[in-house]
């Protein structure tokens, strides 16, 4: 089987679905399978009649015409729905593997149930799920682990944590900056604008291998992202035990079960009420402990679930 993976730019760049792609990529070849990876859409009108083509949701819209006019169907492999006009033209003459079940429910809204050959591999962490840890008495040292991008609720977050200011907390951000050229400095602006400078770091993405350790260092996952057809941070946390405040996004039902999640509402009065009562409430913060064993998906069942897809797909 050979393989002809595209995405845009280098697989190693910090971002979930990036990760996802080199965890899958790492996997195939560990299995012998023979995998090229392309940053860009050089080369997609090479590809030949026994190749297997998956492509990244991050360059659909991007390579549209090239994909519709392919001699062989390729494998989508979304992370996102594309906000493209005849989607559904792509769509009907491809395979699909989704990340979470939001990109099933996306698609459903495009076209009735079924039209779609939609299959579901959620992703992995490559850390086992821990619960020994020290909890604080309230939230105060609060983390935000996501690449600077619009819509992922940076400056709703401090839009909120701006009316709190009387109570004691400190934010920390993480976050690849070169995914949207200049929100980053949007969301520095912002801070400095709330008068915030003192009490949130505006920081670079740090490495996967050191998530675990500073998510034990949180008292608080804040995530006010306004979509996410997963959310491999809210898990993350779940998996280290760390309280997560969230809107509802990703597979947040099933995040529900783990007792560590309290969901903050589209409204910003109802969000920032929610975010208080952490704060400065013992006892609401308390009751964002673990209830049972989470299962933690590890990244060598991902990828055996991705092997045998394409084995039995192609």
């Not at 760049?13 to 996802?20: A, E, L, P, R």
């Not at 682990?145 to 004691?168: E, F, M, Q, V």
């Not at 801070?191 to 915030?196: D, G, H, I, Y």
């Amino acid at each position: 089987m050979k393989v002809q993976f595209y995405s845009r730019g280098p697989v190693e760049q910090v971002s979930g679905g990036f990760h996802y792609n080199q965890r899958i990529i790492d996997y195939l070849r560990q299995r012998g399978v023979d995998v090229d990876y392309h940053p860009d859409k050089t080369g997609l009108d090479a590809v030949q009649p026994g190749d297997v083509v998956i492509v990244d949701s991050l360059v659909v819209d991007e390579y549209f015409d090239e994909l519709l006019n392919l001699a062989i169907d390729p494998i989508l492999f979304l992370h996102m729905v594309p906000q493209r006009p005849q989607l559904g033209h792509l769509l009907r003459r491809s395979r699909i593997i989704g990340s979470g079940e939001g990109i099933r429910e996306s698609l459903q809204q495009l076209a009735n149930r079924g039209e779609f050959d939609i299959t579901i591999i959620e992703p992995g962490i490559a850390f086992a799920g821990t619960y020994d840890r020290q909890y604080a008495k309230t939230a105060r040292r609060l983390l935000y682990l996501a690449n600077y991008l619009p819509g992922k609720g940076h400056i709703r977050a401090l839009d909120i944590l701006a009316t709190l200011r009387n109570s004691d907390w400190t934010l920390d951000m993480h976050g690849n900056q070169a995914l949207e050229p200049g929100f980053a400095d949007r969301v520095r602006a912002a801070v400095s604008e709330r008068q915030l400078d003192n009490r949130v770091n505006v920081g670079d993405a740090i490495p996967y291998a050191a998530v675990q350790q500073t998510m034990a260092q949180a008292d608080l996952l804040l995530n006010l992202s306004e979509y996410e057809t997963y959310s491999m941070i809210n898990a993350e946390a779940i998996a280290c035990g760390l309280p997560v405040c969230s809107t509802r996004v990703g597979n947040w039902r099933q995040f529900a079960e783990s007792g560590l999640v309290h969901f903050a509402d589209a409204d910003d009065a109802s969000a920032t009420a929610t975010l208080a009562t952490l704060i400065d409430d013992p006892a609401q913060y308390a009751q964002l402990r673990p209830v049972g064993d989470w299962q933690v998906r590890s990244w060598e069942t991902v990828g055996a679930e991705f092997y045998d897809w394409l084995q039995s797909h192609t």
